[in-house]
Nanobody, 131 residues
Framework: QVQLVESGGGLVQAGGSLRLSCAAS????????MGWFRQAPGKEREFVAA??????????ADADSVKGRFTISRDNAKNTMYLQMNSLEPEDTAVYYC??????????????????????WGQGTQVTVSS
């Protein structure tokens, strides 16, 4: 079992920054891929970014909305993943979820971006960007 706890969400003005953290515990040594997804009110959960836990390969949502503004990173020693979000926009308002996969080491965008590839999810952290 893997437990995931997100932190770092909050209310920020447009143009501001936030850094989300996701701390893994339990059988964290078995994690192969971790990712961030988000869900805005009335919308489906969407992929934001992900990282291969051992090799460090990363992937970001295809949409121009996050590329260049968000950066995913990890600290293997702390079993923690981060999402640095800069130049935030009101459209980034959502609940952000951390997810982990054990046994599936992703290297392709399709693998990273598919929610069903992740067996463990955090409870989510709210990010609200005011205009």
């Amino acid at each position: 079992q893997v437990q995931l706890v997100e932190s770092g969400g909050g209310l920020v003005q447009a143009g501001g920054s936030l850094r989300l953290s996701c701390a893994a515990s339990g059988h964290a040594f078995s994690i192969s891929t971790m990712g961030w997804f988000r869900q805005a009110p009335g919308k489906e959960r969407e992929f934001v970014a992900a990282v291969n836990w051992s090799g460090g390969r990363t992937a970001y949502a295809d949409a121009d909305s996050v590329k260049g503004r968000f950066t995913i990173s990890r600290d293997n020693a702390k079993n923690t993943m981060y999402l640095q979000m800069n130049s935030l926009e009101p459209e980034d308002t959502a609940v952000y979820y951390c997810a982990a996969s054990v046994g599936r080491s992703c290297s392709s965008y399709g693998c990273f971006a598919t929610p069903s590839n992740y067996g463990y999810w955090g409870q989510g952290t709210q990010v609200t960007v005011s205009s």
